[in-house]
């Protein structure tokens, strides 16, 4: 709830007779990965058609607009805008057209070299239509002098850096790729001889397709929008990335991102959010008479967090699924009006209790605030803050909304001057040896944000992409 924002989902399927309906039911799935915008593009002949709007996708596809787009394979995309302003022209899926014929792309994630390679295509020659840095990789397929689509495609894959789960389009191909460290997640699935493509499993089971593997860290997959089968092409890797197992998948996948429901490197989201709430009850223990958590991301915790303290658990924070885009924001006087709307405190529960308050992440301190003295002012006699999470004191270059530490309060404050500014009676972080254990896959993962290690070296400027 006051963790970072992700910016993107991503969905694609080969070889369906309704190829738009299932990207349509799949970005649904993944609404939860980015609310600023939708697009789905779909093979039809030799030619992509899509359809791209601002807002959620029950706002932007209609039937009208989605019976148009027909054809055997897609890809669709759901956007929170990190890299590049959230205008239409930067909404996904992009489609540009070259010598090689009409390419489509949706990209989760964050490329950190491209301002560099945007400003050598330029000096080259290459017209940008977006200030999205998704672009790059359309402008060095096109300009590739590999002769096959798919050698262009790797030479280059190999020159961008960062992180990304990539769909690409053509008439023909269905493409998936995964970045090197495997920093974003990709998953496969089949659903009868179509080929799926989804940023998470829950997506996958949103259209009855059957989980078949992640896709690997550096391997492009590569389906043809007629026929079942598949391929696989890999990337070089470092020599740290052993093959098949991530180095580097970000550990906020499973803090925040990832719907609960989500299996991540075969471990559910939601069991794993529960051990971190056993091992902060272990770390911070604190007498209280409730134990609630911030919706939705932190509620798993919170019932880890009751069972391993014996504290009952009660959902006494409920908050309002339905304020769209197009909710009336309101004025400063009734500003306190709109944040109980978003979210409310349940009176009845925490009247007179002392309450245990798990959250996922704080970022600038302003949300957990606010929470706290929502459960006062709704009769809490104490209010103890406990996060599911090391303090985050570095930004994050590979695609989440952070990207100066000046926004970080764990940058700048220890963790009793955070209590202070959070109003809460007691504050305890998740430790990073704690969070390790609760994951426990075996795998590397991407820690930057609690330890400034970068799997990926961020050249400086990375994450000031936006040209305007
Ligand atoms: S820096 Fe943090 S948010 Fe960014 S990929 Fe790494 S763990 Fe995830």
């Known amino acids: 709830m006051s963790g970072p924002r992700e910016e993107c989902g991503v969905f694609g399927i080969s070889n369906h007779p309704e190829a738009a309906r299932m990207i349509y039911y799949g970005l649904y799935a993944l609404q939860h990965r980015g609310q600023e915008s939708a697009g789905i593009v779909v093979g039809d002949g030799p030619d992509l058609v899509g359809h791209k709007g601002i807002g959620l996708v029950s706002e932007v596809f209609r039937e009208d607009n989605l019976g148009k787009l027909r054809g055997s394979s897609g890809i669709g995309h759901v956007r929170y805008s990190t890299t590049g302003s959230n205008r239409l022209v930067n909404a996904q899926p992009l489609t540009i057209l070259c010598h090689r014929g009409p390419l ?278 104490e209010v103890h803050l406990r996060i599911a999470s090391p303090p985050y004191t570095f930004p994050c270059f590979y695609g989440i909304d952070t990207s100066t530490s000046t926004e970080l309060i764990a940058a700048r404050k220890k963790v009793e001057e955070i209590r202070e500014v959070v109003e809460a009676d007691s504050l305890g972080y998740l430790s990073v040896p704690g969070l390790l254990k609760a994951i426990d896959r075996g795998n590397g993962h991407c820690l930057a944000c609690f330890t400034g290690s970068y799997p990926v070296p961020v050249p400086v400027g990375a994450g000031k992409f936006a040209l305007e």
Do not use: W
């Open 104 to 381: 489509a792309m949706a990209h989760n994630g964050n490329l950190v070299n491209a301002g560099k390679l945007r400003r050598q295509l330029e000096e080259e020659g290459s017209i940008f239509q977006t200030t999205s840095d998704t672009e790059v990789l359309g402008h060095l397929v096109a300009r590739s002098r590999q002769k096959d689509f798919l050698e262009a495609l790797e030479e280059s894959l190999q020159r961008v850096e960062g992180a990304y789960g990539y769909l690409l389009l053509t008439p023909r191909l269905l493409i998936g790729a995964r970045d090197p460290q495997g920093i974003r997640p990709l998953v496969m699935g089949r659903l009868g001889e179509a080929v799926v493509l989804a940023s998470e499993t829950c997506a996958l089971d949103a259209v009855e397709a059957e989980f078949v593997r992640e896709v690997e860290p550096g391997e492009i997959i590569v389906a043809e929008s007629e026929g079942g089968g598949f391929r696989s092409i890999r990337l070089p890797v470092s020599p740290k990335t052993a093959r098949g197992r991530s180095t580097g998948l970000c550990i906020f996948e499973y803090i925040y991102f990832a719907r609960p429901d989500s299996d991540l490197e075969g471990a559910n989201v939601h069991l794993v959010r529960k051990r971190l709430g056993r091992i902060l009850a272990a770390e911070h223990p604190v007498e209280a008479d409730v134990v609630c958590g911030v919706p939705d991301s932190s509620l798993s915790a919170a019932a880890g967090y009751a069972e391993a303290s014996g504290i009952p658990y009660e959902p006494a924070l409920v908050k309002n699924r339905y304020i769209g885009r197009t909710f009336i924001q309101p004025d400063a006087v009734q500003r306190t009006l709109g944040v109980r709307l978003k979210l409310n405190a349940n009176r009845k529960v925490v009247e007179g209790k002392r309450v245990v308050l798990l959250d996922d992440s704080i970022v600038r301190g302003t949300t957990s605030r606010r929470i706290v003295r929502l459960l006062r002012e709704a009769g809490a006699t």
